[in-house]
């Protein structure tokens, strides 16, 4: 199985910058993707952005196109989520999540095998 870790949320004020980091342990080896998916109180776990391991190619969610960066390290098997020009309707908690194979579609939630606890990101205004 594989176990992933977020860290990296907090409290930031509009117009600034997060980064979170998304740590997996156990079997990752080959990985085809990982996730980025966020949930704020009362509404529906959103997509965010997505990895390929192999390759690295990226995907985001039109919301956070062009301030969100999602990024990867292989060695490492860690992915990261660079947040810049944060907006009080990204407030939520951000969760990472781990595919094994390919996906369907890599931007729906229960495509993925692995999730993590989550972390909190709160922007204020």
């Known amino acids: 199985q594989v176990q992933l870790l977020e860290s990296g949320g907090g409290l930031v004020q509009a117009g600034g910058s997060l980064r979170l980091s998304c740590a997996a342990s156990?079997?990752?080896?080959?990985?085809?993707?990982m996730g980025w998916f966020r949930q704020a109180p009362g509404k529906e776990r959103e997509f965010v952005a997505r990895i390929r391991w192999s390759g690295g190619s990226t995907y985001y969610a039109d919301s956070v196109k062009g301030r969100f960066t999602i990024s990867r390290d292989n060695a490492k098997n860690t992915v990261y989520l660079q947040m810049n020009s944060l907006k009080p309707e990204d407030t939520a908690a951000y969760y990472c999540?781990?595919?094994?194979?390919?996906?369907?579609?890599?931007?729906?939630?229960?495509?993925?095998?692995?999730w993590g606890q989550g972390t909190q990101v709160t922007v204020s205004s």
């Open positions: 156990g079997r990752t080896f080959n990985n085809y993707a």
């Open positions: 999540a781990a595919r094994r194979f390919v996906c369907t579609d890599c931007t729906q939630g229960y495509e993925y095998d692995y």
